[in-house]
């Protein structure tokens, strides 16, 4: 399986924090996730389970969010389709994050889907970054970003603001607990202020279906809705990755995820077990 990586990708990466590998993934990987897809969307949606068909560790179940009208998110799919599981073992994805990151090795940690049709503004994702509410610290642990549909301008792009990866810091998340403030973190207000300010460098990300983009933990993100009249659906699927820099570091603002957070083989300070999470990529 050759990496389609170049150098020019890797130091894009390094620099501004996101990067777009052109054609990573061939028309036949778009149709299988889409279609995997689509299968635990209808199942999700009528409320009927879905058993999982592989393992892929302890990890929140299956679940659907709507984001306004038109907006669907779907999180922690990947055991529940084969499609999901093959793409992880014999896609170039883990090669990708591998040779865009600089790790040794990387293991798979977690999926989510973002679908939107329409320009209703709550179908936008709204601005963050991915580290804020992540119980593991390191650089290596991106978002592997995959169009599944053509992402013009039109069609909700991903924007992010270059050169956040480089912050020394990370932003209290209002999904967190909010009676709590931690050294380390800044208020979230400050990471919209940033975005709004003029002059921020904000970046618009148009994508082929079959692109990806790769974006560092604290590249601050967001996506815009689909333009007014816009026709068709924009899909993208996106999985989160853990280098060999990546340590197990819960604190009170992180994310907690079931039997995973309390797992007595999690240790501070330690990097994740192969047992619960197994390396798909090792380097030469
Ligand atoms: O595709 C999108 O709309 C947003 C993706 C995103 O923000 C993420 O994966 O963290």
């Given at each position: 399986?050759?990496?389609?990586?170049?150098?020019?990708?890797?130091?894009?990466?390094?620099?501004?924090?996101?990067?777009?590998?052109?054609?990573?993934?061939?028309?036949?990987?778009?149709?299988?996730?889409?279609?995997?897809?689509?299968?635990?969307?209808?199942?999700?949606?009528?409320?009927?389970?879905?058993?999982?068909?592989?393992?892929?560790?302890?990890?929140?179940?299956?679940?659907?969010?709507?984001?306004?009208?038109?907006?669907?998110?779907?999180?922690n799919c990947m055991a529940a389709d084969r499609a999901f599981l093959d793409w992880i073992a014999e896609?170039?994805?883990?090669?990708?994050?591998?040779?865009?990151?600089?790790?040794?090795?990387?293991?798979?940690?977690?999926?989510?889907?973002?679908?939107?049709?329409?320009?209703?503004?709550?179908?936008?994702?709204?601005?963050?970054?991915?580290?804020?509410?992540?119980?593991?610290?390191?650089?290596?642990?991106?978002?592997?970003?995959?169009?599944?549909?053509?992402?013009?301008?039109?069609?909700?792009?991903?924007?992010?603001?270059?050169?956040?990866?480089?912050?020394?810091?990370?932003?209290?998340?209002?999904?967190?607990?909010?009676?709590?403030?931690?050294?380390?973190?800044?208020?979230?207000?400050?990471?919209?202020?940033?975005?709004?300010?003029?002059?921020?460098?904000?970046?618009?990300?148009?994508?082929?279906?079959?692109?990806?983009?790769?974006?560092?933990?604290?590249?601050?993100?967001?996506?815009?809705?689909?333009?007014?009249?816009?026709?068709?659906?924009?899909?993208?699927?996106?999985?989160?990755?853990l280098g060999s820099d990546v340590v197990w570091a819960p604190d009170a603002l992180s994310v907690t995820?079931?039997?995973?957070?309390?797992?007595?083989?999690?240790?501070?300070g330690a990097p994740p077990p192969d047992a619960l999470f197994p390396i798909v990529w090792q380097r030469?």
């Amino acid at each position: 399986m050759s990496c389609p990586v170049e150098p020019r990708h890797i130091a894009q990466y390094r620099a501004e924090g996101c990067t777009r590998v052109e054609g990573a993934f061939s028309p036949q990987w778009v149709e299988r996730l889409t279609a995997a897809i689509d299968r635990c969307h209808a199942a999700l949606a009528a409320g009927r389970p879905l058993p999982p068909v592989g393992t892929v560790g302890p990890r929140n179940p299956p679940s659907l969010h709507r984001t306004g009208a038109g907006g669907v998110q779907l999180r922690n799919c990947m055991a529940a389709d084969r499609a999901f599981l093959d793409w992880i073992a014999e896609s170039p994805a883990a090669a990708i994050v591998g040779a865009l990151t600089g790790a040794a090795h990387v293991r798979f940690w977690m999926d989510a889907t973002f679908i939107k049709q329409g320009s209703d503004p709550e179908t936008a994702t709204p601005w963050h970054n991915d580290v804020c509410t992540f119980p593991f610290t390191g650089e290596q642990q991106p978002s592997l970003w995959v169009a599944l549909t053509d992402v013009d301008e039109e069609n909700a792009p991903l924007l992010t603001l270059a050169g956040s990866n480089q912050d020394a810091w990370r932003y209290h998340s209002p999904l967190s607990r909010q009676d709590i403030s931690l050294p380390g973190y800044r208020p979230w207000q400050e990471l919209l202020d940033r975005v709004a300010a003029p002059g921020a460098d904000i970046r618009v990300w148009p994508a082929h279906a079959g692109d990806c983009l790769l974006i560092h933990p604290r590249t601050i993100h967001a996506s815009r809705p689909q333009a007014p009249g816009r026709r068709g659906r924009r899909v993208a699927f996106t999985t989160r990755w853990l280098g060999s820099d990546v340590v197990w570091a819960p604190d009170a603002l992180s994310v907690t995820v079931a039997g995973l957070s309390d797992h007595p083989a999690m240790r501070a300070g330690a990097p994740p077990p192969d047992a619960l999470f197994p390396i798909v990529w090792q380097r030469g």
